[in-house]
């Protein structure tokens, strides 16, 4: 039954819509977008603290684990606040009164780095300041993000002597994100129109990437970010990643590779389910729509649920072989083309991971180059038309050399050629992404920038990827497999392409995996300084 209709009960009036209250956009038009946004956010946090108590006083903690056991109590207060308001309106009508509202917020992490003498020298690329000050930000599901916050703050406080607080923000939980699908929603009859008018709702003006992407305005003696996501940008994502993926967004592992075909997917989990039973810490295999196998299903069944999998419903599938210690493996089949490696890209690096790895086709472009050879990416011509304005195209988007290094010897280790073997299967340089499948009909027009760029290959993806590494400041490379050599007369046919994936796509998924394990042991060093700027969040 729709809100105010319930037998005699009068309507309640709903407080004034923002657009009859002060607007947060005056006066907004003469400034640079990122100063309008940074007004607005302040101004939408204004007014939502104005309609209810004022919050409560930070305070100090003792250490890195009492500052997040904190986070995590005033979240769950704020959450189950929320929740249980959002009920209350789904069976009774009754809107949340404003002092009830002013707890439906975020906590805030609040660092102070006040130096005496000289600040310590560490070749680390994070968890480090750039120079004194206030640096604080909202956080989101603290408890689930415990690990990565204790590996930031522990050496912000023995290295550095930073405080840490820890308090109320004035920036309001949306409520849709307080619950894990909408169907809770769904009961009583409430619009979201409806619910819009009582509780705080996703809002755009809020949520964007300035500290990512440089456009932040750092004013003298302002805090200034702690994080490169915070808590609204965070709870957006991972969201978009459950919608798109069709996993719980807590199934993502910190390793990912990311693959424009299918068949990949396949080997994956055929690979996922052997590793159930050879003792190498797989826990568990999550597929698409959260099924899961462990150890305790026998491979019939595990076959079985494999087979069910309805994967076509999402966008961009995701595959998790899940570990205790931190070091399983994620699997996203992103379809073809950059606008899809943007998107999922962008939704993954709010979980922080330590490295996405593509590996997919691509075609080959040297005469020497034979079907099922390898690429491995040393640079990247942008033509993918999509990032153009986040990262420049005049931006280098450089190579990493432990990433690089741990490709090549995945492959010899995969593949056991040495030397000469090596260099005929295996070729190194720059990789052409197109925005455009059918680029061989402009060839005309291409010729010429493949001829004096030196590319050995063109995708659809990679260097999307890799720039979003680059930008995201996730650690990125790229190692395809040549499906096709147009310029040379063989092109993709149905016959030739089936022999290809047989042959292909197992050895070259293996070699994806074996790279990440070669990574996993250089963690501290994986994540170069290369891709942190001058004035960095101290964050990673």
């Not at 607005?40 to 004022?54: D, E, I």
């Not at 959450?79 to 805030?108: S, T």
């Not at 994502?237 to 807590?250: A, E, I, P």
């Not at 790895?357 to 990247?380: F, K, N, T």
């Amino acid at each position: 039954m729709r809100f105010g209709t319930r037998g005699s009960r009068r309507a309640i009036r709903p407080p004034a819509p923002l657009s009859k209250r002060s607007s947060p956009r005056r006066n907004l038009r003469s400034r640079s977008p990122a100063s309008q946004r940074n007004d607005l956010r302040k101004g939408l946090s204004l007014q939502r603290s104005s309609n209810g108590r004022s919050a409560r006083p930070f305070e100090k903690a003792s250490s890195p684990a009492d500052a997040i056991d904190r986070l995590a109590r005033l979240y769950g207060e704020a959450e189950d606040a929320l929740k249980g308001a959002v009920e209350q309106f789904l069976e009774n009508n009754v809107p949340p009164a404003p002092e009830k509202r002013a707890q439906f917020r975020y906590p805030k992490l609040r660092v102070t780095y006040n130096p005496e003498g000289v600040p310590p020298s560490s070749p680390r690329a994070f968890a480090k300041f750039s120079e004194a000050g206030i640096y604080a930000t909202t956080v989101t599901h603290p408890e689930e993000f415990r690990a990565y916050l204790t590996e930031q703050l522990e050496p912000l406080v023995e290295e550095f002597g930073a405080t840490i607080e820890v308090g109320v923000s004035d920036h309001e939980i949306p409520y849709p994100y307080v619950f894990e699908s909408g169907d809770e929603l769904g009961r009583g009859g409430a619009t979201a129109s409806e619910l819009a008018r009582f509780f705080p709702t996703p809002t755009l003006a809020t949520i964007g990437d300035e500290i990512a992407d440089g456009f932040f305005d750092f004013a003298p003696g302002a805090e200034r970010p702690l994080a490169l996501f915070d808590a609204a940008r965070t709870d957006y994502s991972l969201r978009r990643l459950v919608h798109y993926t069709g996993s719980d967004w807590r199934s993502m592992q910190p390793w990912v590779l990311l693959t424009n075909y299918h068949r990949y997917v396949d080997q994956f989990v055929q690979w996922g389910l052997k590793q159930l039973h050879t003792g190498a810490g797989v826990e568990k295999v999550i597929l698409p729509g959260n099924v899961v196998i462990d150890s305790s299903i026998s491979p019939t069944e595990a076959e079985a649920r494999v087979s069910a999998v309805a994967w076509h419903r999402f966008q961009m599938p995701a595959y998790h072989c899940v570990r205790a210690d931190g070091r399983g493996i994620s699997l996203v089949n992103i379809g073809v083309g950059p606008s899809n490696a943007k998107t999922i890209t962008d939704h993954i690096a709010v979980l922080r991971p330590h490295c996405w790895l593509m590996v997919g086709h691509c075609a080959g472009l040297r005469q020497s180059q034979v079907i099922g050879d390898y690429v491995l990416a040393h640079a990247y011509l942008r033509r993918d038309n999509i990032l153009d304005e986040a990262v420049p195209l005049e931006t280098p988007i450089p190579a990493l050399a432990e990433v690089q290094v741990a490709l090549q010897e995945a492959v010899a280790k995969v593949t056991g050629d040495r030397g000469e073997a090596l260099k005929r299967r295996l070729r190194t340089g720059t990789v052409v992404t197109d925005d455009d499948r059918n680029w061989e009909l402009r060839w005309s027009k291409e010729r010429r920038i493949i001829n004096i760029s030196r590319a050995i290959a063109v995708d659809m993806e990679s260097a999307t990827v890799a720039t979003q590494g680059f930008r995201m400041r996730v650690p990125y490379g790229t190692l395809l497999c040549v499906s096709d050599k147009p310029l040379h007369g063989e092109i993709k046919l149905p016959g030739a392409a089936n022999a290809f994936y047989e042959r292909a796509i197992a050895e070259h998924l293996q070699i994806g995996i074996a790279a990440i394990g070669l990574l996993q042991s250089q963690d501290d060093t994986l994540h170069s300084r290369k891709l942190r700027s001058f004035d960095e969040p101290p964050f990673r």
